[in-house]
């Protein structure tokens, strides 16, 4: 069965109802996905979190959200409220950034992109699930669960373009986005 769905750009909107319109026009004109990019202006999971609201039935994802520019912990908190707030619908695309964005802009490492972003998918997957996650490796080091009662853990599909990301797309995401 073929899906299909719509890619929003939210730049140079100012106003939330009106974004908040659009997710509610592409459900009710028979989408099945509504996904957003995290670039400079609305948090992308605030803003689906707020959709999920106002919606019943549209799946609605990131695409993408950079790993680097949050912790993981904060992202699986993000990632469950917003699951909690569309009923399970979320789907988290994820991925390792770009080197002009992370570190020209951000001032944020963008070496080492394949096993920073392993690190990440170690700790997060299991803190989406629920559990106690206890890790020490080069770039992450906690000791954390997030303890959201009576939430599934989103889909996630992590942003690849190459082989050796693909791959790790594979062994540890539930999907690939070639973003």
Known sequence: ????GLQFDTRGRADVESLLGDFERAEDEGFDTVWIGQVFDHDVLTLLAMAGLRTQRIELGTSV???PTRHPTVLAQQALTTQLASHDR???GVGCGHEAILD?????PSDHPLARTREV???LNPLLRGEYVKYA???QRM???IPIAGVRPPNVILAALGPR???LAGEKTDGVTLV
């Open 165 to 167: 990301m693909i791959e």
């Open 104 to 108: 020209r802009k951000l001032g944020l």
């Open 65 to 67: 959200a950079p790993l």
């Open 137 to 139: 490796g080069e770039y």
């Open 1 to 4: 069965m073929m899906r299909i």
């Open 143 to 145: 000791k954390v669960d």
């Open 90 to 92: 979320l789907c988290l």
């Open 121 to 123: 998918l170690d700790v």
